[in-house]
Every structure is written in C-alpha cells, then in structure tokens.
C-alpha cells in the first residue's frame, strides 16, 4: 500500500515536502519504479519524477528544475520536495509505483491535495 | 517529445452499449526490440486515483474485467468498453512510456451514462 503524507497549504516561495510510505514491500525492489504523479483540480495528470532502486532518477523536464526525488531506505519510503511553489502547483499529489514489468503504474495512494495560497 | 491526444472528449451511452475511447500518439510506441507497443490504459472514477487497466497495449490487468480491451498499434490506439455497466463512469486516460522524457498521459475521456 501507498499513502502519501504532506502539508496541504503551502505559501507562495516555500518549499513543498511531500512522502510515501510503502508497506508490504521494499522501496528497494528492482522490480518497480517509484513515482510522483499530479492532477490540478478538473485536469488531467502530470508525471513528475521517479526514483529506482535507490538512486537512479528520472525528472519530467517542464519541473526538474524546483523539484527533487528521493528515497529513505530505512524508513522505506520515497519523497518528494518542490522548491518556490506557486499556484499553478496546487493540485492532488498522488505517488504512485510502475512495474517494469508492464511499464505501466499498478498502485497508487489514494492522492493528497496541496493548495498554494498565502 | 512525444505528446498524445484522445477523442473524443466525452461520450455518453446507454447501459449494455460498446464504448470506445481512441489515443493517438505523435510518434511510434511501438519497440521493434521486443514487439510491445508501450501504452496503457487507466479509469478514474470521481475522487478516487486512477486504476491500470490495459498495458502493452492489450494486456488486460489482473482483475480487470473482460470487458474491457485494448487494441491498436503504432500511434493508433483504441479502448474498448463491452456491455457497459453504470460502474464504468469514469473519466479514462491513455498513458505512454516510450521515449523521454518519460510517462505522458492524454487529456482524458469522460464516459457517463445516458
């Protein structure tokens, strides 16, 4: 299971932290890539970013520069951080894990919204 | 990059009808190194994340019901919904993951009931 965990208002500038916590499996599988996905309120959805076993990431390139992925192997879980947030960033923030094998996402959280707003 | 386009925008149809939902891709998904198309298929009902579906094209997921099937090759894909039950309302999204810079999802299809 996911769920991801975060603040839910997040002022303009500031930087947005958001985590997942993975249970019934290991963040360290070779079998999944561990992703961020997001859906502004009546859109469609955004890949953001992923990371792989460990260390590989990957970034969508319209956010790689404010954002960063990245895991803790002890805690088993991933995260996600987006520096100088502003309104466009308002959206439910879902993680979410591929399975290499389908390349395809075959889990997700149930999603958390964030609103930017002073 | 790639981008991918879905039509229509919407449909509505009555219970028991056939629904098809078409994705189009700007450039090939399909990989001559191992014969996949590298597309899938999500529904995401109202409030809820949105669940795989299809992948590769036409491999229905585990627990998928067999009403549901992908088909289409290239940059021509089609989701088809058989025997349409009021369960399947939902907005629908192709997904590709073919070259970067990575996962792109279509606009979506919203599906309602007549």
């Known amino acids: 299971q996911l769920r991801e965990s975060g603040p839910g208002l997040v002022k303009p500038s500031e930087t947005l932290t958001l985590s997942c916590p993975v249970s019934?499996?290991?963040?360290?599988?070779?079998?999944?890539?561990w992703n961020w996905v997001r859906q502004p309120p009546g859109k469609g959805l955004e890949w953001i970013a992923y990371?792989?076993?460990?260390?590989?990431?990957k970034y969508n390139p319209s956010l790689k520069r404010r954002v960063a992925i990245y895991m803790d192997t002890s805690r088993n879980q991933f995260s996600l951080k987006v520096r100088s947030v502003i309104a466009a960033d308002t959206a439910v923030y879902y993680c979410?894990?591929?399975?290499?094998?389908?390349?395809?996402?075959?889990?997700w959280g149930p999603g958390t919204l964030v609103t930017v707003s002073p | 990059d790639i981008t991918v386009t879905q039509s229509p925008d919407s449909l509505a149809l009555s219970l028991g009808e056939r629904a098809a939902i078409n994705c189009k891709s700007s450039?090939?998904?399909?990989?001559?190194?191992?014969?996949?198309?590298?597309l899938a298929w999500y529904q995401q009902k109202s409030g809820q994340p949105p669940r795989l579906l299809i992948y590769?094209?036409?491999t229905r997921e585990s627990g998928v019901p067999d009403r549901f099937s992908g088909s289409g090759s290239g940059t021509d894909f089609t989701l088809t919904i058989s025997n349409l039950q009021a369960e399947d309302v939902a907005v629908y999204f192709c997904?590709?993951?073919?070259?970067?810079?990575?996962?792109?999802f279509g606009p979506g299809t919203r599906l309602e009931i007549k």
């Open positions: 590769w094209a036409s």
């Open positions: 997904q590709q993951y073919f070259t970067s810079p990575g996962y792109t």
């Open positions: 450039q090939s998904l399909f990989s001559t190194s191992d014969n996949k198309n590298y």
């Open positions: 990371i792989y076993e460990g260390g590989i990431t």
């Open positions: 979410a894990r591929a399975r290499l094998a389908a390349d395809a996402f075959d889990l």
């Open positions: 019934g499996g290991s963040v360290r599988s070779g079998d999944y890539y």
